[in-house]
């Protein structure tokens, strides 16, 4: 079983940018799928961006498309997520998880979720 560890979080001024890191545990990082998702107070878990076991592929949110890169380095197991032009709707505990899927976007597709990060954007 995977273990997930994110970290990166922060308090950042809107139009700033943050790098989110997910660190795993296991050596079968390389056979899923990883996504990140993002969870603000009173709402439900949303997603944000996913990427292929290869890093070959990756989908996102159209709501934060242009903005997130996602992005992963098997040789670490790592997975990452880019953030730029931060807005204060962005705020919320981002978290990673991982799938058997081949490039997912639900959240009941993903499991092993990590504990999360803190990513607050004052205005």
């Known amino acids: 079983q995977v273990q997930l560890v994110e970290s990166g979080g922060g308090l950042v001024q809107a139009g700033g940018s943050l790098r989110l890191s997910c660190a795993a545990s296991g050596r079968t990082f390389s056979s899923y799928a990883m996504g990140w998702f993002r969870q603000a107070p009173g709402k439900e878990r949303e997603f944000v961006a996913a990427?292929?076991?290869?890093?070959?592929?990756?989908t996102y949110a159209d709501s934060v498309k242009g903005r997130f890169t996602i992005s992963r380095d098997n040789a670490k197991n790592a997975v990452y997520l880019q953030i730029l032009s931060l807005k204060p709707e962005d705020t919320a505990v981002y978290h990673c998880?991982?799938?058997?899927?081949?490039?997912?976007?639900?959240?009941?597709?993903?499991?092993?979720w990590g504990q999360g990060t803190q990513v607050t954007v004052s205005s």
């Open positions: 998880a991982v799938s058997s899927f081949l490039l997912p976007t639900s959240v009941r597709n993903f499991g092993s």
């Open positions: 990427i292929d076991k290869n890093g070959g592929m990756t």
